[in-house]
């Protein structure tokens, strides 16, 4: 079976600051990789993903994550947060034999403070 | 349309009473998921479709879950008996593939059970 562990429940940080978050996953097959954003009352956006190839993935607004293999790690990077940032975020896997079915983590609440 | 389309938003039953969701996928997806989420965190699958046909229901609390997808419909989440602990906002998403597990989420629909 698999999991997902953040390891932060909750991230403050001033704005303009960079942020890490955390996710590390276990499975004994190989996992596609997810973040998504869940803004307040909303549902999940799509953030960025990893299916393969170049084990560093982008997002259009700055985010960005690292597939670490050795250490079945996804964080997500940003190196210069804005206020319009702050949200839950969430770490996803999924296995490609169980019909695309998502294994969240915990979330993260990122606090940007002007 | 082009977006998961969930109705109602918001719902309240009394202990004991059903509650039925609705969930309208984007056009031209096949697969459908139902998850639910407590207190702001942590998803949990419910059950999947593809097209009318139940993918994957490990999820699902038997006793009192039931959910459709049927040709022509929005697809459904039953709920009978409500219990307090129901109380959750519910998730619908859907996907065009199911091998990479990049999921479309409705806003969601907010049940409380009283």
């Known amino acids: 079976a698999q999991s997902v562990t953040q390891l932060d429940s909750q991230v403050p940080v001033f704005e303009e600051a960079p942020v890490e978050l955390r996710c590390n996953y276990s499975s004994s097959v190989s996992v596609y990789l997810f973040w998504y954003v869940q803004y307040p009352n909303q549902g999940l956006q799509l953030l960025l993903k990893?299916?393969?190839?170049?084990?560093l993935v982008e997002s259009i607004n700055g985010f960005e994550a690292e597939f670490n293999k050795s250490q079945t790690s996804f964080h997500l990077r940003k190196p210069s947060v804005h206020i319009s940032d702050t949200a839950e975020y969430f770490c996803a896997v999924s296995v490609n034999n169980q019909g695309g079915k998502l294994i969240f983590g915990q979330g993260t609440e990122l606090s940007v403070k002007p | 349309g082009e977006e998961v389309a969930q109705t109602p938003k918001h719902l309240v039953r009394g202990e004991g009473q059903k509650a039925k969701l609705y969930c309208a996928p984007i056009?031209?997806?096949?697969?459908v998921f139902w998850y639910q989420q407590v207190l702001k965190n942590e998803f949990k699958f419910l059950i999947s479709f593809q097209n009318e046909n139940v993918f994957d229901e490990t999820g699902m609390p038997k006793e009192r879950f039931s959910a459709k997808c049927l040709p022509n419909s929005p697809c459904s989440l039953e709920i009978q008996a409500t219990k307090l602990e129901d109380s959750a906002v519910y998730f619908c998403?859907?996907?065009?593939?199911?091998?990479?597990?990049?999921?479309?989420f409705g806003e969601g629909s907010r049940l409380t059970v009283l």
């Open positions: 990893y299916l393969s190839g170049s084990t």
């Open positions: 056009k031209g997806h096949s697969y």
């Open positions: 998403a859907s996907s065009q593939s199911r091998g990479t597990g990049e999921l479309f």
